[in-house]
């Protein structure tokens, strides 16, 4: 039967590319075949025409079954154990039948606490055990897990059985396909999840025309998702009604998370974490206006915000307590579901992160692509092969399509086929304008500390920028003490070591970014 669908296929394939049917036609043919609006839309208008692409678009996946059935046949171990974050398995548990009936091999899932995966890697690098195959880090733990020795260097493989993670119509949106792949220009792991920062509003307050009327008498410009820091600001303030439970914004203050609301803000104002000689450039005057913008929100924040974890701001927002959130996509997809957003079902205007404005008068957007969890293979795994062909067919633009949907995990959606040519299940969970939002802003997003040491560097500096937001330091002193902290780990790990690291990474910054921060000439 499998074979006979190929078959029909191959013929609709052919006589689309023969000029035998319309493109309407061509859909309607490949959807009552089964095959995902997706690929037939990105096949249709493929300038390979439709039988080589199909075969493209398709062959990621089936050059990873491919493999894992060769592996399995001649694995001795029948199971394949995954060490992944806590809340990401439902993503993963929908294939594990599929896995057992066809190929024989088990799927055991082993969660732990996201802050705890990386540490659990850093201790098989010592004991060995091959407890793991798979390993879902993310991307900050790349560079101490390779040079650890703990999980391959996945470049050969890549080159072999070739994942589609940089091709330019499925791939992996630039620059999260570098950032968030590679260690030092080769592949640590293979991305899972679309982890970036974006602004939720509240459509329905956005849409009242005594508010709109309201918002322009006072402040001169229609009522609209914002365009930058300033008109953030005005937007939380004009919204703020704490009195009946409403406040302007769900932005992060708590610990682990306030790290990001300030890092996006600095590079948006022109200035990296380091120079290119791995001096900290954040405690500079471009740091202490990113702070000194955030103390100015805190009046118009949620009450929670200095202890919101993911979990909590969701549903925060969700219950319909804010006006706007700064969240991950698994925040929209949480806020769009009736179950999990009962007050934003169907109102929720989505737009990139707010722009700052440089010295010239132009505006300069940087979100933060922060988390992004991926796939690596264990060094000391039974399995190896099979472990890498499993993360090539889940990663793969297919499979993940129909994955990252599911509500029942956070991954979200990182390939440009995910975004701009998205499957109806992607559409019905997002939202087709939120899906290109999400292109529009990744585009444009910055790295986390995905360097040697980088875990060292995030926690060093999150705990000044606490410190600031609950007045225990000022906005100098706390940036000061985070740059002693980073010369203090830069010593440590290695300033050449760090350097390069540092440099790669900031080769693939966006043009933008580059030339504000002056990158573009290191």
Same mark, same amino acid.
Request: glycine share 8%; proline share 6%.
């Given at each position: 039967?499998?074979e006979?669908?190929?078959g029909?296929?191959?013929q609709?394939?052919a006589?689309?590319d023969?000029?035998?049917l319309?493109?309407?036609g061509?859909l309607?043919?490949?959807?009552v075949?089964?095959?995902?609006?997706?690929?037939a839309?990105?096949?249709s208008i493929?300038?390979?025409g439709a039988?080589k692409?199909f075969a493209a678009i398709?062959g990621?996946?089936?050059r990873a079954?491919?493999?894992?059935?060769k592996?399995?046949?001649k694995a %001795?171990?029948?199971?394949?154990?995954?060490? *992944?974050p806590t !809340?990401? =398995?439902?993503?993963? /548990?929908p294939?594990a039948d599929k896995?057992?009936n066809?190929l024989g091999?088990t799927?055991e899932?082993?969660?732990e606490?996201?802050e705890?995966?990386?540490?659990?890697?850093?201790?098989?690098a010592?004991?060995?055990t091959?407890?793991?195959?798979v390993m879902m880090p %993310?991307?900050?733990?790349?560079p101490?897990w *390779?040079?650890? !020795?703990? =999980?391959?260097?996945l /470049?050969?493989w890549?080159?072999k059985?070739?994942?589609e993670?940089f091709n330019k119509?499925w791939?992996?949106?630039?620059?999260?396909?570098?950032?968030?792949q590679l260690?030092?220009?080769?592949?640590a792991?293979?991305?899972?999840?679309?982890d970036?920062i974006?602004?939720?509003?509240?459509s329905?307050?956005?849409?009242n025309p005594?508010?709109?009327?309201?918002?322009?008498d006072k402040?001169?410009?229609?009522l609209?998702v914002?365009?930058?820091w300033k008109?953030?600001y005005?937007?939380a303030?004009?919204?703020?009604?704490p009195?009946h439970?409403f406040y302007?914004?769900?932005?992060?203050?708590s610990?682990y998370y306030?790290?990001w609301?300030f890092m996006?803000?600095?590079?948006s104002k022109g200035?990296l974490?380091?120079?290119?000689?791995?001096?900290?450039?954040?405690?500079s005057p471009?740091?202490?206006?990113?702070?000194?913008d955030?103390?100015?929100?805190?009046?118009?924040?949620?009450?929670?915000?200095?202890s919101f974890t993911w979990s909590?701001?969701y549903?925060?927002f969700?219950?319909?307590?804010?006006?706007m959130?700064?969240?991950?996509?698994?925040?929209?997809?949480?806020a769009?579901?009736?179950s999990t957003g009962?007050a934003?079902?169907?109102k929720?205007a989505a737009t990139?992160?707010?722009?700052?404005?440089?010295?010239?008068?132009?505006?300069l957007?940087?979100?933060?692509?922060?988390?992004g969890?991926g796939?690596?293979v264990?060094?000391?795994?039974?399995n190896?092969?099979l472990?890498?062909a499993?993360?090539?067919w889940?990663t793969?633009p297919?499979?993940?399509a129909?994955?990252?949907p599911?509500l029942?995990g956070?991954?979200?959606?990182?390939r440009i086929?995910?975004?701009l040519e998205?499957t109806?299940?992607?559409?019905?969970?997002?939202?087709?304008?939120y899906l290109h939002?999400l292109?529009?802003?990744?585009i444009?997003?910055v790295?986390?500390f995905?360097l040697p040491?980088?875990f060292e560097?995030?926690?060093?500096?999150?705990?000044?920028?606490?410190a600031c937001?609950?007045?225990?330091?000022?906005?100098k002193?706390a940036l000061?003490d985070a740059?002693r902290?980073f010369d203090?780990i830069t010593?440590?790990?290695g300033?050449?070591?760090?350097?390069?690291?540092?440099l790669?990474?900031?080769?693939?910054?966006?043009?933008?970014i580059?030339?504000a921060s002056?990158?573009d000439?290191?």
């Amino acid at each position: 039967m499998e074979e006979e669908q190929h078959g029909t296929i191959d013929q609709v394939l052919a006589d689309y590319d023969a000029g035998k049917l319309t493109r309407r036609g061509f859909l309607r043919s490949m959807a009552v075949l089964g095959v995902a609006s997706m690929v037939a839309n990105a096949v249709s208008i493929s300038p390979l025409g439709a039988v080589k692409a199909f075969a493209a678009i398709g062959g990621s996946e089936e050059r990873a079954w491919a493999l894992a059935k060769k592996a399995a046949a001649k694995a %001795t171990k029948k199971t394949l154990t995954l060490l *992944i974050p806590t !809340g990401s =398995i439902g993503n993963m /548990t929908p294939y594990a039948d599929k896995w057992k009936n066809e190929l024989g091999i088990t799927l055991e899932f082993i969660e732990e606490p996201d802050e705890v995966v990386h540490t659990k890697g850093m201790q098989e690098a010592v004991a060995k055990t091959g407890r793991y195959d798979v390993m879902m880090p %993310t991307a900050m733990s790349y560079p101490d897990w *390779i040079d650890s !020795g703990v =999980i391959y260097d996945l /470049t050969d493989w890549v080159d072999k059985y070739d994942p589609e993670i940089f091709n330019k119509e499925w791939g992996v949106v630039f620059p999260a396909s570098h950032h968030a792949q590679l260690y030092n220009g080769r592949v640590a792991g293979l991305l899972n999840d679309g982890d970036q920062i974006t602004l939720l509003c509240r459509s329905d307050h956005l849409a009242n025309p005594e508010k709109a009327k309201a918002f322009e008498d006072k402040y001169g410009y229609k009522l609209d998702v914002p365009k930058t820091w300033k008109e953030y600001y005005n937007l939380a303030k004009f919204m703020h009604d704490p009195a009946h439970g409403f406040y302007g914004s769900l932005e992060y203050r708590s610990p682990y998370y306030v790290k990001w609301m300030f890092m996006q803000r600095l590079v948006s104002k022109g200035r990296l974490y380091f120079d290119n000689e791995m001096n900290p450039t954040f405690n500079s005057p471009e740091g202490v206006a990113a702070l000194e913008d955030m103390l100015a929100m805190n009046e118009f924040l949620h009450p929670d915000a200095f202890s919101f974890t993911w979990s909590s701001n969701y549903n925060a927002f969700g219950r319909g307590e804010g006006f706007m959130d700064i969240c991950w996509p698994s925040g929209f997809k949480y806020a769009k579901a009736p179950s999990t957003g009962p007050a934003t079902t169907g109102k929720i205007a989505a737009t990139v992160m707010p722009a700052d404005t440089l010295p010239d008068g132009s505006l300069l957007y940087a979100g933060m692509f922060c988390w992004g969890y991926g796939y690596a293979v264990s060094r000391y795994s039974a399995n190896p092969e099979l472990a890498y062909a499993y993360a090539q067919w889940m990663t793969s633009p297919t499979i993940s399509a129909d994955a990252i949907p599911y509500l029942g995990g956070y991954s979200d959606p990182y390939r440009i086929n995910h975004m701009l040519e998205p499957t109806k299940r992607l559409v019905d969970t997002y939202s087709k304008d939120y899906l290109h939002t999400l292109y529009d802003n990744m585009i444009n997003t910055v790295p986390d500390f995905c360097l040697p040491g980088g875990f060292e560097y995030q926690d060093a500096l999150d705990k000044q920028v606490h410190a600031c937001m609950t007045g225990a330091k000022k906005p100098k002193q706390a940036l000061d003490d985070a740059a002693r902290s980073f010369d203090r780990i830069t010593r440590r790990v290695g300033r050449e070591k760090v350097k390069k690291s540092w440099l790669a990474l900031t080769k693939n910054l966006a043009d933008p970014i580059k030339k504000a921060s002056g990158a573009d000439k290191w």
